[in-house]
């Protein structure tokens, strides 16, 4: 059975990066699966490629900035490449 359950916000929308514009799958994910701050997000290896962003870099997200806390395997939703964040930071986006 179910031995434990994580609580996921999905978005999809539009990122800025220093060297290209993308469209992403944005998930708000606790600690244990996401970044530890909420200025922080972390990129799949698929949104770096689109958004031409590294580790330090910033990447523009509904408005706010947001530092690239890392770069993690090729991982996709919806057709889109995903970019981890805070549920916090998550939230912000949909205001």
Aim: net charge negative.
């Amino acid at each position: 059975g179910v031995q434990t359950v994580i609580p996921v916000g999905i978005a999809q929308t539009r990122a800025d990066g220093p060297d290209g514009t993308g469209a992403v799958a944005l998930f708000g994910l606790d600690a244990a699966g996401g970044p530890a701050r909420d200025a922080d997000i972390v990129l799949s290896a698929g949104a770096a490629a689109a958004l031409g962003a590294a580790a330090g870099d910033d990447v523009g997200i509904a408005g706010s900035t947001y530092r690239v806390d890392a770069v993690t395997s090729d991982s996709w939703y919806s057709h889109t490449p995903i970019v981890t964040m805070t549920p916090a930071a998550w939230a912000e986006t949909d205001r």
